[in-house]
């Protein structure tokens, strides 16, 4: 079994770094650390960046996640070609581009570019935002899957995953004691589907939602509150139409893994926000 450490980054394309930048920084509130002609680094927490904007396709993605074993790359490629992945190594320029000592890169079952990083750098100063959305660190993505159960079952066999809850077939899945850190959501073309960032309490996503209603920019979901992990949210539309997410829902999960007992919710509108808050977000409402 491969063991993962926690999320680490998202690479997103774009053809328009000016635009990703501004919205990422004077909207979203992330600290811009390094830009070039093709490239801009954008960080939210401890780590060198957790979101990298670089001139390609909208399509063009990948999400980054840590290796537990620093040493263990070799092994984790073995157990993805064993399971009829085609996998690949990066290059040293390519580590360059995502601070990292080391990583390898795979599709998953529905497409997705997954890379498995080693020794991701740490920022050597604190991380400073550009405003104070209360953001204190990247939470969780969204993930397209085009077979919930299939995916699910690749995700949870090969690695050490977890379900903590369902919401219809779309998983809630955790490699730590956080409730989750991955959420496969049934849709058409792999791709991410939101990015969550972390903020200390429900008063940070009230200021938001104001902030966001001043300067126009559409909120697609929330303010609310999610049933699966008690926390509050705020659902907003960003650069190429990327829906980001301020939440509180780092929960716990108190239970080991032997007794903890996953739930299962319907997939309707009061799955995802227990005040009645209506997603406008297509994956929410399959």
Not at 83 to 111: H, I, N, Y
Not at 269 to 277: E, L, P, Q, R, T
């Amino acid at each position: 079994m491969i063991e993962l450490r926690d999320l680490c980054y998202v690479r997103l394309g774009t053809r328009d770094l000016a635009a990703a930048e501004r919205f990422g920084t004077e909207i979203v509130g992330l600290q811009p650390i390094r830009r070039s002609p093709d490239r801009l680094y954008l960080r939210s927490n401890y780590r060198d960046h957790s979101l990298c904007y670089f001139r390609g396709e909208a399509s063009d993605q990948a999400v980054g996640i840590e290796l537990k074993d620093w040493n263990g790359l070799d092994g984790a490629m073995r157990e993805l070609a064993a399971a009829g992945r085609t996998v690949k190594r990066g290059s040293r320029e390519e580590c360059a581009d995502r601070a990292v000592e080391d990583f390898c890169w795979f599709a998953d079952p529905t497409g997705n570019r997954i890379e498995l990083v080693v020794r991701p750098h740490d920022a050597n100063r604190r991380y400073f935002p550009t405003r104070d959305a209360g953001i204190k660190g990247f939470g969780h993505i969204g993930l397209n899957t085009a077979d919930a159960k299939r995916d699910e079952r690749f995700w949870t066999t090969l690695f050490n995953i977890r379900v903590s809850d369902w919401i219809g077939a779309a998983p809630l899945l955790r490699m730590t004691n956080v409730h989750h850190q991955l959420a496969l959501f049934p849709a058409k073309a792999p791709g991410v589907q939101h990015i969550n960032h972390q903020v200390h309490d429900v008063d940070d996503i009230m200021r938001s939602w104001y902030f966001l209603q001043e300067r126009q920019v559409k909120v697609v979901f929330g303010p609310g509150r999610h049933a699966t992990s008690g926390g509050y949210f705020l659902y907003f539309e960003g650069h190429q139409g990327m829906v980001f997410e301020y939440s509180n829902a780092d929960r716990t999960i108190i239970e080991d893994d032997a007794t903890h007992r996953p739930r299962q919710f319907p997939m309707e509108a009061a799955s995802f926000c227990v005040w009645g808050s209506k997603p406008d977000i297509a994956e929410f409402r399959s």
